[in-house]
């Protein structure tokens, strides 16, 4: 444990000069400061431990301290911590595209290694447009998404985030102008919305000389509310999209790797974008690593251009020391077990979270596989609910009108029950 005069000029220092996410500089909110983390726990340095109910920003999903991870970062580092992958390749990357390719849904043949998930969209949507001046349609120049989304925070994956709700509004009128039709009927198993599917249809048949893509996350929006809908909606889009020429895009930064019960969420729908974007998850929560996938069409339309090359080449692109450890992570996920436990972590949110559905100010309770909701009729108090949280030995990170969890699979009922207590409670408080 550290010594409180430590961890007071930590603290001190932090204030001073460090600028954290989505926050002012200095922060309002002192951040707590973290010392070990293991299994599900964050063992702060004033000695207290909290059971990490957000799998940090929804990657660690085997947990912290995992041996097989911290095997194959040993492992590879005692061999190579990074190499440049332009005119060079390796077989940890090498291995990690291939398995990509193997897991993912049908169709997508060519892995471009990204650094972030928001970079991964960035690419995603650089292939689209550069797909279509490769064949020589420059008027295939916009997106069309549906509000309620977030794809990240770098310049063009903003422009598809929601433009009213979103906390990127700010660039009104910098950022390029895309089409946006409704947020999609809310709940995973609700019926079919029929007026919805002629939106849809309708959006992009009225647009399609303009569409370079559809740009959607696929059954989760995550962090543009955490809204659940009908998968049926993607094969719908697939079916559009396909006739009318235009290329689909699946988000699938926080979705993929199990978190909805299923690997990625397009297999709940049975079907295959043109383009996929993976993320957070794809090395277990050790490193920063993505990918974004593409159809032998894509990469062969680029590759026929008047710039036959893919506009895109990060320094870290590749990072052996990403790709062992990713390769390890889907290792574990390929034994099979993260179904039994995402299956297990879905009843304990459902019976845990229950009781909320009575608290006044809460206006829905949702779970679909490794996540639970609670959305209240108000914004959350981030500092209140802070404390209630760590008061219960809780670590959440409410936003907006949420309170949820997307704990690590391997979380216990115990702690599952502790982190449901504490988001019923916070609710009340919060």
Known sequence: MT???????????????????????????????????????????DGRELVDGMSSWWAAIHGYRNPVLDAALAEQASRMSHVMFGGLTHEPAIRLATTLVDLTPEGLEHVFLCDSGSVSVEVALKMCLQYWRSLGRRDKVRMLTWRGGYHGDTFHPMSVCDPEGGMHALWRGVLPEQLFVPT???????????????????AVEEHADELAAVVVEPVV???GGMRFHNPAYLRVLREVTREHDVLLVFDEIATGFGRTGALFAADHAGVAPDVLCVGKALTGGYLTMAATLCTRR???GISRGEVPVLAHGPTFMGNPLAAAVANASLDLLSEGTWRDEVRRVERKLREGLAPAAAVPGVVDVRVLGAIGVLQLDHAVDLAVATEELTSRGVWLRPFRDLIYTMPPYITSDADLELVTEAMVDTAKVA
């Open 3 to 45: 010594s409180e005069p430590a961890i007071r000029e930590l603290l001190r220092l932090d204030a001073a000069h460090v600028w954290h996410p989505y926050g002012p500089m200095p922060a309002t909110v002192p951040p707590l400061l973290v010392e070990e983390a293991s299994g599900v726990r964050l063992r702060l340095a």
């Open 184 to 202: 999609p009927p809310s709940g995973f198993g609700t019926p079919v919305d029929e007026s919805y599917v002629d939106t849809l249809v309708r």
């Open 221 to 223: 929006q995550g962090a």
């Open 298 to 300: 894509v990469a062969d």
